[in-house]
């Protein structure tokens, strides 16, 4: 199939690798997107998506707690940072958060339906129309996330005045005033080191298996380390895998106020529960980034693209 400069942009952005290696792998691949991901990163042109990562869109993040044991955050992004700081904007995130905290909704398409909080003759939707008619700039309400603690607390923190949201439930027996610092602590931890986790028993097999393939591919195809014998190989990969796991495990990261600069976030749990007599845990965590995923438009780099491509 033809490859236009589209697809290398999509796939740039995806991989973080040059234009001509994401305009090889497309044709390698006949325009499978998945597969040239796969390409770029077995032969070492890419380590990672990258996509999640870029930060483009603007809007907020805004978190509500009910009390101890409910809480909702959601992003609402607008076009621009201007916006993103308009009372007018900000008062209206802070209304959907309110919304959110109060829901039942399972999705978004039964969220945007449900009569709007601060008027109930008109739907979320309704209200969010109303607001870019005022605002004069595009907004969406991308998600929402409601937790509820079973047995503990919920804590939350807001980085940089909305770009973060983050909450954490922790289930303890504990008095909530007696840990809820440490929980702040591990919620400005998520915010700052962004783990997928909470601990490695998340991780499915499956994934563990796919990034061992991608690593031994990755090895296979560097001159220098394709020669070593598979035992070696084998050990490089699994010093990889468990680096690339800790990254991504909460309780595996480094706490990032240990005074020691090697005490692990479960560590540090371990020790706030010895200190409060009965276990604290971190049950899950939601973290909301604005723009996530998302880009702004740029007419000179799709250019650029496709003059690379001629």
């Given at each position: 199939m033809a490859i236009t400069a589209a697809m290398v942009k999509e796939l740039r952005e995806l991989t973080g690798a040059g234009m001509m290696d994401c305009k090889k792998a497309l044709n390698e691949t006949n325009g499978n997107m998945d597969e040239a991901v796969e390409f770029l990163r077995k032969n070492g042109q890419a380590k990672a998506e990258k996509k999640a990562g870029r930060i483009a869109a603007e809007g907020l993040t805004a978190v509500v707690l009910k009390d101890d044991k409910t809480a909702a955050v959601v992003e609402v992004n607008s076009e621009t940072d201007f916006v993103a700081k308009n009372e007018k904007f900000r008062n209206f995130v802070e209304a959907v958060a309110k919304q959110a905290v109060e829901s039942d909704a399972a999705d978004m398409?039964?969220?945007?339906?449900?009569?709007?909080?601060?008027?109930?003759?008109?739907?979320?939707?309704?209200?969010?129309?109303?607001?870019?008619?005022?605002?004069?700039?595009?907004?969406?309400?991308?998600?929402?996330?409601?937790?509820?603690?079973?047995?503990?607390?919920?804590?939350?923190?807001?980085?940089?005045?909305?770009?973060?949201?983050?909450?954490?439930?922790?289930?303890?027996?504990?008095?909530?005033?007696?840990?809820?610092?440490?929980?702040?602590?591990?919620?400005?931890?998520?915010?700052?080191?962004?783990?997928?986790?909470?601990?490695?028993?998340?991780?499915?097999?499956?994934?563990?298996a796919h990034e061992k393939e991608i690593l031994l591919a990755q090895i296979n195809n560097d001159p220098k380390e394709s020669q070593k014998p598979d035992k070696v190989k084998n050990g490089i990969i699994e010093g990889r895998v468990n680096k690339e796991l800790k990254e991504i495990s909460l309780v595996d990261q480094v706490y990032v106020k240990a005074e020691d600069g090697k005490q692990t976030v479960g560590k540090y749990l371990e020790q706030l529960s010895k200190e409060v007599g009965t276990d604290v845990k971190v049950k899950s965590f939601v973290r909301f980034e604005t723009g996530e995923g998302l880009e702004k438009k740029n007419e000179d780099f799709a250019a650029e693209v496709a003059a690379q491509m001629k």
């Open positions: 398409d039964a969220f945007m339906a449900e009569p709007w909080i601060e008027d109930s003759s008109k739907t979320v939707n309704d209200a969010l129309v109303e607001k870019v008619a005022v605002i004069g700039e595009n907004l969406k309400i991308r998600r929402f996330k409601k937790v509820t603690a079973s047995n503990g607390y919920v804590v939350s923190y807001i980085h940089a005045g909305g770009r973060i949201g983050v909450i954490v439930e922790a289930e303890t027996t504990a008095a909530l005033d007696t840990v809820k610092e440490a929980l702040v602590n591990v919620a400005m931890q998520i915010a700052a080191l962004n783990p997928k986790y909470v601990s490695r028993d998340e991780i499915s097999a499956e994934y563990i």
